[in-house]
């Protein structure tokens, strides 16, 4: 029924309004009805609870008064206060493993901004130190791997994950934040998932062609299946330490899964997502999920199967479409091309609606399709912030 809805696309159904002070209007409305603007009733939504936030009640489907918004990469080099950080604080890792680094870089974007999710600083690949595996982030070149892995005697020496003992300025930091942000906005965990944490290990770095893991899958698969197995164990337990440390969500990042085709999408991806939603949702039922992968529009339909409760789309794919393909039991997230933040303030607010419509009026976060890109003006990071928070379903 969504799609009905979504079918009248580019039209304003849900108008930027003046942004709202109060959090607590949200409690206030009875209303149990979700209803579009041209009519169809599209679903029965219970009211949300007025301690929640925001994030969370639309993640369950609650009635809220609009998308709650966040952006990915919200914490990072398009704003100054963060390039003075980094003059004062060179290394990525010391400032991603300090704990009061940590908190205050998280707590930038939400100083300026107030998103309606505030995403740790941190790394996909912060704990593979952890797992022996040593990397490091260097300036102009991303992620390096030292000793990438290539053999299965290489995969036999990473160790299993142990979050308590290798990383635990990361629950300091998601308990600090939690009572920094109180329930003003959803404290958000991440992790990169298997065969994306493979990929850097595997290539060495970040990569174009991905040849070195792909000679790897088809030629010695047993080996990238013990690595990824290592990963998704890894992964599982630290998704559930930090829901245990404050994380209210947690997104997996797969940001590589698209470079394989749906059928080894299958084999190397798909099952290791899925056996970290299932051991996570058998401790922590109630953790919500998010999972996204760039350029997914392939992959749509799979990506559901893993069970998360959110599927982050890129911009490739209409929303409207996306939503239909993904089905209504899943919320959406993201689809804003992050290059609008480099347009107008007529363009990125008209985008905005554009997307909000065509999302419909309950199960959707507000977000980009991928990081915000270095040099976006953050005037124009603020003016998206102040249409979404206007806006009135
Ligand atoms: C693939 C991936 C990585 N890291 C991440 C992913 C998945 C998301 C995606 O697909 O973009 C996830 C990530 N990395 C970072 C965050 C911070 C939280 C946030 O604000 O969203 C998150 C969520 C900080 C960071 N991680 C990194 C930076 C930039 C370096 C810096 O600020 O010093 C930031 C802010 C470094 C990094 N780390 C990685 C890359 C490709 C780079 C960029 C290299 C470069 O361009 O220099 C690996």
């Known amino acids: 029924m969504a799609s009905m809805c979504s079918s009248v696309s580019n039209s304003s159904r849900f108008l930027a309004s003046k942004p709202s002070s109060s959090s607590s209007c949200r409690s206030k409305s009875k209303l149990s009805t979700i209803r579009c603007a041209i009519g169809e009733i599209i679903s029965e939504a219970k009211v949300s609870s007025s301690t929640e936030p925001l994030l969370l009640s639309a993640v369950k489907g609650e009635k809220v008064e609009r998308p709650p918004v966040w952006l990915m990469r919200q914490a990072g080099r398009y704003m100054k206060s963060y390039q003075l950080i980094c003059e004062k604080y060179p290394s990525f890792r010391e400032r991603s493993e300090n704990v009061d680094l940590v908190v205050e870089i998280s707590l930038q974007p939400w100083k300026v901004f107030k998103p309606d999710g505030v995403i740790l600083f941190s790394d996909i690949l912060t704990p593979l130190p952890g797992m022996n595996i040593p990397f490091d982030i260097v300036k102009g070149k991303g992620p390096i791997i030292y000793d990438p892995l290539r053999t299965a005697e290489d995969v036999s020496k990473v160790r299993e994950f142990v979050p308590e003992e290798f990383v635990p300025y990361v629950g300091e930091a998601l308990t600090t934040l939690r009572a920094e942000v109180k329930n003003e906005a959803a404290v958000l965990g991440f992790v990169g998932a298997p065969f994306t944490l493979a990929s ?37 337990q630290y998704i559930k330490y930090q829901a245990d440390h404050g994380a209210q969500a947690v997104q997996i990042f797969d ?54 409760d ?27 091309d992050p290059g609008v933040l480099f347009g107008s303030k007529d363009f990125i607010t008209k985008r905005i609606n554009d997307t909000v419509n065509k999302a419909g009026n309950h199960k959707h976060i507000l977000n980009l399709g991928h990081g915000i890109v270095v040099g976006t003006p953050e005037e124009n990071v603020a003016h998206f912030f102040e249409v979404a928070k206007g806006i009135r379903y």
């Open 200 to 236: 850097y290990v595997v290539e060495g770095g970040s990569s174009k062609h991905f040849s070195k893991i792909k000679r790897m899958a088809f030629s010695q698969p047993e080996v990238l299946h013990a690595l990824l197995q290592k990963f998704t164990t890894s992964m599982a």
């Open 310 to 336: 959110v599927v982050s789309l890129d911009w490739t794919v209409d929303m409207a479409e996306g939503r239909r393909r993904l089905g209504a039991d899943v919320a959406v997230q993201g689809n804003v």
């Open 255 to 308: 940001s590589w899964a698209t470079e394989l085709s749906p059928a080894d999408f299958e084999e190397f991806s798909l099952p290791y997502l899925k056996q970290i939603v299932d051991s996570v949702k058998s401790t922590h039922p109630n953790l919500p999920l998010i999972l996204y992968a760039s350029g997914s529009g392939g992959l749509l339909e799979r990506l559901s199967l893993t069970g998360v």
